[in-house]
């Protein structure tokens, strides 16, 4: 789903990388990366996020807080494997 959408921006399961080809003169090719994702991930995952991206969400400032800590371990984890 686009970044537009509050409710799925960060979700890992959203978050992929893409060609600039399909991402900026695609458009992203929403459906094509969708059926993507449920072969990779699991079936109905892209109609999973495109019910979730339709829903309201409000991030409190505390949730950002909390996943920029989780995002940094994560970036430490991944940096400490390459070393």
């Known amino acids: 789903m686009s970044r ?3 409710s799925t921006r960060w979700n890992e399961d959203n ?3 893409q060609c600039p080809k ?3 003169f695609g ?3 929403q459906y094509t990366f969708g059926k993507l994702l449920d072969v990779r991930i699991d079936e109905g ?3 999973n996020l495109e019910q979730l ?3 309201t969400t409000k991030i409190m400032r505390h949730e ?3 996943m920029i800590k ?3 371990k994560k970036l430490k984890h991944v940096e400490a494997n390459l070393s």
């Open 64 to 66: 950002y807080e909390d």
């Open 22 to 24: 399909c991402n900026l």
């Open 70 to 72: 989780e995002y940094k």
């Open 53 to 55: 991206a339709r829903s």
């Open 4 to 6: 537009k959408h509050l």
């Open 45 to 47: 995952t892209a109609d």
């Open 27 to 29: 458009q992203g090719e």
């Open 15 to 17: 978050v992929q990388v």
